[in-house]
């Protein structure tokens, strides 16, 4: 073994040592978290999945419009997170149907993920062109800036949600920079509504997204080889309507300590002693054309849901 860390290692050893204790949602996603996101998605309480959906099926001939360069000319529809890519493949099939010349780029950091959305692409899809990139986000970015033709960046599902305020901003910006002004963007964005509905969505009765949180303890004891005893964790969640945050924690319910072998270091928890594991925002419509706004970015179409849960919007530079 050589002593350089890996990028999860790192971010552990800095997120048990802020106060309060914090680590990513992004590391849910190993290919069990994927599974388990899957299973989230199928839930009752779970309902931004479902009001997406609807947006995509009742407006699906318009979103492809909105997204589509002029006629003829050649472009690329990247989507980052694709996931299984269930709401995009109504998307691919007008897009096809409408004939323009376009290659789907999904970008997802987990490989289980994507094998299984490329091998049912081809099997559904047989006259689409895949080009699957695993990779972070981050990385895929820069990519992006290299792809030639026009291109439609796809960000759905309130993938967006996950980050803070500023982190949200920065992010916003760095998909804006390597935008031709006939590109465009869609974005997913939960809305805020009845907060008992949101607080169900993130603990939800079956306890599968307390499966979900509490896997990234599992991922942690055998990627990085901790010794998280999963009795003694876990799951809460709150809402905030002042803010618009659902914050989710793994909460320690007695004073232990857990061993991290790969970082060679012990750490202390207090009873009821939580880390910070996700935030997941909701957003309201003026907040949504601010950002944009502060993003320099123009609001094309605002699509909804009958029910008004949920917001699929089009920007431009
Ligand atoms: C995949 C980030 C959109 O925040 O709603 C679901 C993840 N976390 N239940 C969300 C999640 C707990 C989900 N996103």
Redesign the pocket.
């Known amino acids: 073994m050589q002593n350089v860390l890996t990028e999860l290692a790192q971010h552990v050893a800095e997120g048990l040592r802020k106060e309060p204790k914090a680590l990513s ?1 992004m590391y ?1 996603y190993d290919d069990a978290g994927s599974r388990l ?1 899957q299973q ?1 998605m199928a839930l009752p309480e ?1 309902y ?1 999945t479902r009001a997406e959906f609807a947006i995509f099926r009742e407006h699906g001939a318009a979103l492809a419009a909105a997204l589509s360069p002029a006629a003829g000319q050649a472009f690329s529809l990247v989507e980052l ?1 694709a ?1 299984d890519g269930a709401k995009t493949k109504l998307l691919l099939r007008e897009l096809l149907a409408a004939g323009p010349d376009f290659t789907y780029a999904p970008v997802d950091i987990s490989a289980g993920a994507m094998t299984g959305l490329v091998e049912a692409l081809r099997r559904e899809l047989p006259a689409l062109r895949v080009a699957p990139v695993v990779e972070d986000y981050a990385t895929a970015l820069t990519q992006l800036r290299t792809w030639p033709g026009s291109k439609a960046v796809l960000f759905l ?3 967006i ?2 980050f803070g305020p500023n982190e949200r901003l920065s992010f916003l910006r760095q998909l804006a920079a390597p935008l031709a002004p006939a590109d465009r963007l869609l974005i997913g964005f ?1 809305l805020q509504k009845d907060p008992r509905r949101i607080r169900a ?2 603990d939800d009765a079956q306890g599968v ?1 307390a499966a ?2 509490l896997n990234l303890l599992t991922r942690l004891n055998r990627e990085l080889g901790a010794d998280f005893d999963l009795a003694h964790w876990q799951h809460y ?1 709150d809402y905030s309507p002042l803010t618009g945050a ?1 914050r ?1 924690f793994l909460v320690s319910t007695r004073a232990q300590q857990v061993r991290i072998e790969a970082l060679d270091e012990t750490i202390n928890f207090a009873a009821w002693e939580v880390i910070h594991t ?3 925002y909701k957003f309201t419509r003026p907040q949504i054309e601010a950002l944009a706004a502060e993003a320099g970015l123009r609001v094309v179409k605002i699509f909804t849901d009958a029910a008004g849960d949920f917001a699929d919007v089009v920007l431009a530079r």
């Open positions: 949602s849910f996101f989230i779970y931004p997170g996931g599902g309130s993938n949600g996950n939960d969505a993130y997204t979900f949180n969640t659902v989710s996700e935030n997941s």
